[in-house]
């Protein structure tokens, strides 16, 4: 079975923070994705990776950067931690294999509240 | 621009009502269409990848359908377990990204 963890299920940081939110997966995928998820708005992409080091802008990049050192690991970072990035953050990943319909497999999601 | 609409936003069901959920989709170059199960405080839970019209899976009391234009989930007597929010997603030709479907809330009331 297809395993995503992520680094925590609740966090709470304080307005100006850093903050780093880490999800591993084991299944050797190719591609990982972060999301954040909000009452009435759904899922929305913030940055996704092909490989390792590389990455691409979602639909809502501005606050956020990501680091991908080794295949197995993507890093989502909170620059400077503000009230409206308080939500839940799912990470995923997927595999572009040649009978995939490149589903993506998701973590538990970490609960972020900035005060 | 994909997009991807679900409907009805939510729906409440009896234990034993059968029903179904409808995901409308606008994607080019259709390369899979994906259900997946979310519990609260959670994240989606992988269901079912359709990739073709005329295509079914099934999965205890849920089966998943596909036409060119639209996709639905069937709930065949339901039980309170079965309560979650449903989510819909597609990804088109030469995308490893999906677009989702902002989801059905189901209650089942014992």
């Known amino acids: 079975d297809v395993k995503v963890t992520q680094s925590s299920r609740y966090l709470v940081k304080r307005t100006g923070e850093k903050v780093f939110l880490e999800c591993v997966q084991d299944?050797?995928?190719?591609?990982m994705f972060w999301y954040r998820q909000d009452p009435g708005l759904g899922l929305r992409l913030i940055y996704f990776?092909?490989?390792?080091?590389?990455?691409e802008k979602g639909d809502i990049p501005e606050g956020y950067s990501v680091s991908r050192e080794k295949k197995e690991r993507f890093s989502l970072i909170l620059e400077s931690a503000s009230t409206n990035q308080t939500s839940m953050y799912l990470c995923?990943?997927?595999?572009?294999?040649?009978?995939?319909?490149?589903?993506?497999?998701f973590g538990p999601g970490t609960r972020l509240t900035v005060t | 621009e994909d997009q991807v609409t679900q409907s009805p936003e939510a729906l409440r069901l009896q234990e034993g009502e059968s029903s179904s959920l409808n995901c409308s989709y606008t994607v080019s170059g259709l390369r899979g269409l994906f259900w997946y199960r979310q519990d609260p405080g959670k994240g989606p839970e992988f269901l079912f990848t359709l990739y073709s019209a005329g295509e079914e899976k099934e999965k205890e009391r849920l089966k998943a359908t596909l036409t060119k234009k639209e996709s639905f989930l069937h709930i065949t007597a339901p039980k309170p377990e079965d309560s979650a929010t449903y989510l819909c997603?597609?990804?088109?030709?030469?995308?490893?990204?999906?677009?989702f479907g902002k989801g059905t809330k189901l209650s089942v009331i014992p």
């Open positions: 990776s092909y490989d390792v080091k590389m990455k």
């Open positions: 299944m050797d995928h190719e591609n």
């Open positions: 995923a990943s997927s595999s572009p294999s040649g009978t995939s319909g490149y589903e993506q497999y």
């Open positions: 997603a597609a990804s088109g030709a030469g995308s490893y990204q999906l677009t």
